[in-house]
């Protein structure tokens, strides 16, 4: 037999080129789907771990808050949530100018007349998140991210001197000129500066502050007072400014791209929630998120779904 007999007969070069091109695509596709998969358990095991962690962090502030308080907190209503810090905006209100009508009808709607638990346990009564520059213990809980880092205050007066302290930067300057009792004037420039973007958060301010009177604590000014107040406060902005981004900017605690938790037209309510964040986060009125779910009163409750459209 000769030696040419036992060798099969070869297949064409082009049969041959186009095998390996199909097994180098396969092989490609192939591999990529692993990586896609890899990545997502990659994503879904850490996205796992930072909850857990977000999650440990606020048990231990709340721990810590818990034995501070005894586990008696005050539970307020509107009343006695501005008899308990209408001293405090007085304060501040003599101090930079800030009317106290102003703080403290920010201060009700923001914490739910401080019972929200970002107010109860972080005693955050203005929902100011961390910076880069931020010292402090944090509380994270979802806002217009999921898992946003708000600081933790030492007393709810500490929140309140902090809320001063947000406002004296450049983009808020403009309102310190005017008068410190000219609540509707301060309630329409926060609005212009960009601190809410519901477009009626001046209107939900006056309100409050009619409803419950608090303009009485707002005082009027000479103008030589209101010279002086002027300039302290403006150098103090001005000393402000350089630092602005690394004292004011949120940190990005929360992976890009995060969006706040929806579907299909509705919000489940979570643990920190209260009307007036939920409305503001998804830029509706308080009002326009009772009417939408048919509320008669501002009580919510956990685990509620909620339409916000």
Known sequence: MGRNSVIRELPPISTIVIFLKMYSTNYSIIRSSISLTCLAFLIVFFSACSTRKFSKNNKQIEKEANKANNNNYK???????????????????????????????????????????LAKYANNHFGIKCTS???????????????????????????????????????????????????????????TAGYATNPRYPDLLINMIEKYQLYQYDQSESEKQKIAREDRVFSEINQNIPQESKKFTPVATPPAGAKPITADGTYTVVKGDTLYNIAKRFNLSVDELKMLNEMDGDGIKLGQVLKVK
């Open 133 to 191: 520059d931020w010292k402090g213990k944090n509380y994270f809980r979802d806002d217009d991210q999921k898992n946003d880092c708000f600081r933790v205050y030492k007393d709810a007066r500490e929140s309140f001197k902090d809320h001063s302290a947000f406002l004296k930067r450049k983009r808020y300057s403009f309102l310190f000129q005017l008068d410190k009792n000219d609540y509707k004037s301060w309630a329409q420039g926060l609005k």
């Open 75 to 117: 539970n307020y209503n509107t009343l006695s949530y501005i008899e308990e810090f209408k001293g405090v905006a007085i304060e501040e209100m003599n101090a930079f100018g800030i009317p106290a009508s102003i703080t403290l009808a920010q201060g009700i709607l923001e914490s739910g007349s401080g019972n929200s638990d």
